[in-house]
């Protein structure tokens, strides 16, 4: 048993040293990789924060151009709305266009051409008259014209005769895009309903810029946070790290003294129990029993 126990403290001496060499390693790497560790970290946090900086920026940029975007939007949907209203009170004027241009200047200069075929007529006779006239030595009277007044009339008879039909077909063109006039207004308004709904949706998107801004602003506090404590983290991890390991050494020396007691056959330290004879217990012989003393003797008669 003696053996077994020592080989055991021989074993234990060899863990517990080889224990304590890697504490010690530990230890020291926890200082070694410090500076290294806090570097990188400060590093990657000033890169966080350059990044939610820069993105802050960003959302900046994109929050003002949604809003110039919505304000064009917004005008936009205000010219189309003015332009369904003219629309709308436009088409009774074009109607009374329509019905001046197909029927009734047609028919005023129908009549016009009427009467001046009528004064062409008047206007031959006339110019047969002067002729005659001016051909007679007495009276003494020059007519010849280079374009006489029924030829001018003839000509002017004439060019009005194609402006009839050429205003009742311009008339008709118009009529029909008088009728049209209500489909264009309700698609107009259509469209003026659509670019207030895109209108919309950009509020909606500048919204949710704005919440992101917030985002990234809570995110940037935090890593400026973190930035300014980097020295303290990386301080005390290390020093409470170091205190573990330190007390892990203290129990791997233990150990080993433990293993160095087994190994040499010392006897554990603990005092054993010293049992008490049933005679010691009893009082010397010339000591009264408790019984004895604490009983009053009776006097005698």
């Given at each position: 048993?003696?053996?077994i126990?020592?080989?055991?403290?021989?074993?234990?001496?060899?863990?517990?040293?080889?224990?304590?060499?890697?504490?010690?390693?530990?230890?020291?790497?926890?200082?070694?990789?410090r500076?290294?560790i806090?570097?990188t970290?400060t590093?990657?946090?000033?890169?966080?924060?350059?990044?939610?900086?820069?993105?802050?920026?960003?959302l900046?940029v994109?929050?003002?151009?949604?809003?110039t975007?919505?304000?064009?939007?917004?005008?936009?949907?205000?010219?189309?709305?003015?332009?369904?209203?003219?629309?709308?009170?436009?088409?009774?004027?074009?109607q009374?266009?329509?019905?001046?241009v197909?029927?009734?200047?047609?028919?005023?200069?129908?009549?016009?051409?009427?009467?001046?075929?009528?004064?062409?007529k008047?206007?031959?006779?006339?110019?047969?008259?002067?002729?005659?006239?001016?051909?007679?030595?007495?009276l003494?009277?020059?007519y010849?014209?280079?374009?006489?007044?029924?030829?001018?009339?003839?000509?002017?008879?004439?060019?009005?005769?194609v402006?009839?039909?050429?205003l009742?077909?311009?008339?008709?063109?118009v009529?029909?895009?008088v009728n049209?006039?209500?489909?264009?207004?309700?698609?107009?308004?259509?469209?003026?309903?659509a670019?207030?709904?895109?209108?919309?949706?950009?509020?909606?998107?500048?919204?949710?810029?704005?919440?992101?801004?917030?985002?990234?602003?809570?995110?940037?506090?935090?890593?400026?946070?973190?930035?300014?404590?980097?020295?303290?983290?990386?301080?005390?991890?290390?020093?409470?790290?170091s205190?573990?390991?330190?007390?892990?050494?203290?129990?791997?020396?233990?150990?080993v003294?433990?293993?160095?007691?087994?190994?040499?056959?010392?006897?554990?330290?603990?005092a054993?129990?010293?049992?008490?004879?049933?005679?010691?217990?009893?009082?010397?012989?010339?000591?009264?029993?408790?019984?004895?003393?604490?009983?009053?003797?009776?006097?005698?008669?």
């Amino acid at each position: 048993m003696s053996t077994i126990k020592r080989i055991g403290g021989a074993i234990l001496i060899v863990i517990s040293i080889a224990s304590l060499l890697f504490s010690l390693a530990a230890l020291a790497g926890v200082w070694i990789v410090r500076k290294p560790i806090t570097d990188t970290m400060t590093a990657g946090l000033m890169l966080a924060s350059d990044t939610l900086e820069v993105t802050g920026r960003t959302l900046g940029v994109v929050d003002d151009g949604l809003a110039t975007a919505g304000d064009l939007v917004a005008s936009t949907q205000q010219t189309v709305d003015s332009l369904a209203i003219t629309l709308d009170s436009t088409t009774p004027a074009l109607q009374t266009v329509g019905d001046l241009v197909g029927s009734g200047v047609p028919a005023a200069l129908t009549a016009a051409n009427a009467t001046i075929r009528t004064a062409q007529k008047s206007a031959e006779t006339v110019d047969g008259v002067l002729t005659v006239l001016s051909q007679l030595p007495l009276l003494n009277i020059s007519y010849n014209p280079e374009v006489p007044l029924s030829q001018a009339l003839d000509e002017i008879s004439t060019s009005l005769e194609v402006l009839p039909a050429g205003l009742e077909q311009l008339g008709e063109q118009v009529t029909d895009s008088v009728n049209n006039l209500p489909t264009l207004a309700s698609a107009t308004r259509d469209l003026a309903t659509a670019v207030g709904d895109v209108n919309t949706t950009l509020e909606d998107s500048r919204l949710a810029v704005q919440d992101y801004q917030q985002l990234v602003l809570r995110y940037q506090k935090v890593v400026d946070f973190l930035q300014d404590a980097t020295p303290v983290i990386t301080f005390v991890f290390p020093l409470l790290l170091s205190l573990l390991i330190f007390w892990i050494m203290v129990v791997q020396v233990s150990s080993v003294r433990q293993g160095w007691n087994w190994l040499r056959g010392k006897p554990s330290s603990v005092a054993p129990a010293v049992a008490m004879s049933p005679l010691d217990a009893l009082p010397p012989a010339d000591q009264p029993v408790a019984a004895q003393i604490e009983a009053p003797a009776e006097p005698s008669v």
